[in-house]
């Protein structure tokens, strides 16, 4: 006789647009406190709610099977195994800890040290945990406002060039919105791409193109932590809803091997110290002291057309010094602690410069990196 799924009281039902990692939650402190019945009532408005959950057919074949005798192992009551069921057991355990794990509400990120006014999200990437975080910006406070399961690379991140299945890390833009309509299935609703290699990438020799947020084919629901080619992969109803919060252009991507979260104070102390690096920049290049200039930048400097230090600082120094009593200004600035093992800032900003009756202004992107017990430039172009 087929077993009928229990039946579901007032006080059980769910909404379908409940976040599938709380569910899963559910699911399994009903089973810690023996409550077998519950729990298969939660996972069957799992299933309900996202059909194409393997992850959700698994553990409810596990439930099926509890009725009849123990089970020892996940995923004892389904006919999956090997690579497969080591995949399901990856994507719960990243589920899992994640929810269980999100940042405090006094928290910050501390890759955001600072956005422009007209910058209103910011999403960051933590590879190890296979997640997602998008914040809000409300005249400089950050808040979170949603976090989201993620597939990354196949074979993780720092991605160096094409067809490597990696993700890279850093910081990106979204560069444009791509409908579902006018891609393969493949993509699900929707892309995000990025505009990976940024300047940083190219500097380093790193390759390769189309890294995107991205949905899911219509006859999935998720991917395991590892399974795209260096996408970040999220479920159809997750990107539909960063899809349609973000501002092209304009919305950064931060991707890191590991997002650290830290409080209010710790925060603000990394906001003073990246705007100082920049007021003493702003103040050497406003006195045309060309030693004090040349202070700021790195031995390992690298130009857009690889230039080293002295052939760019010269090129540089012809227009410093046709100004006449300089006043040098920065606008709409943004700092970011850029993803990897240097300890290294990127700035950009608007340099307004006037001198005499004329001026000009430039978008300017630096990146500080940290060299023994100095912070130097060690790339600097227009944007």
Not at 22 to 51: G, H, M, R, T, W
Not at 102 to 125: F, H
Not at 168 to 175: A, C
Not at 283 to 307: C, H, K, M, T, V
Request: proline share 5%.
């Amino acid at each position: 006789m087929a077993r009928t799924r229990p039946q579901k009281m007032p006080s059980e039902q769910i909404s379908s647009t409940a976040n599938p990692d709380q569910l899963l939650i559910e699911v399994y402190k009903s089973l810690a406190e023996n409550k077998l019945q519950n729990a298969q009532v939660k996972i069957d408005e799992l299933i309900d709610a996202y059909p194409h959950f393997q992850l959700a057919h698994l553990i409810r074949g596990d439930l099926l099977l509890m009725h009849t005798r123990p089970v020892a192992s996940f995923g004892a009551g389904a006919n999956v195994q090997g690579e497969k069921l080591k995949e399901l057991r990856d994507e719960a355990a990243a589920r899992i800890r994640s929810f269980r794990e999100r940042p405090a509400p006094d928290l910050l990120p501390r890759p955001v040290i600072q956005l422009r006014e007209d910058q209103k999200q910011v999403i960051l990437v933590d590879a190890k945990k296979s997640r997602l975080y998008l914040y809000e910006n409300n005249a400089g406070q950050l808040r979170l406002i949603s976090d989201h399961y993620i597939s990354q690379g196949k074979f993780g991140t720092n991605k160096f060039k094409e067809g490597d299945q990696k993700t890279p890390l850093g910081v990106y833009y979204i560069t444009s919105r791509l409908s579902g309509s006018k891609l393969p299935d493949f993509y699900g609703p929707g892309a995000l791409p990025l505009n990976y290699p940024n300047e940083w990438d190219k500097i380093n020799g790193r390759s390769g193109s189309g890294i995107w947020l991205h949905g899911m084919p219509s006859s999935s629901f998720s991917r395991p932590p590892l399974a795209s080619d260096g996408c970040v992969v999220l479920t159809n109803p997750d990107f539909l809803k960063i899809a349609a919060s973000v501002d092209i252009g304009r919305t950064p991507v931060i991707i890191s091997e590991h997002i650290e979260f830290v409080n209010q104070a710790k925060w603000s102390l990394d906001k003073q110290f990246a705007a100082k690096l920049l007021e003493d920049w702003r103040l050497d290049l406003e006195s045309q002291n060309a030693n004090r200039i040349f202070a700021n930048y790195s031995r390992n400097f690298r130009a857009n057309q690889g230039e080293d230090l002295n052939s760019w600082f010269s090129k540089q120094r012809q227009t410093w010094d046709s100004w006449v009593t300089p006043i040098v200004k920065v606008k709409d600035v943004t700092h970011f602690i850029y993803p990897g093992k240097d300890e290294m800032i990127v700035s950009t900003f608007t340099q307004e410069v006037t001198s005499g009756k004329t001026r000009a202004s430039t978008r300017k992107r630096q990146y500080w990196r940290k060299e023994a017990a100095k912070w130097r430039i060690v790339y600097e172009s227009n944007v």
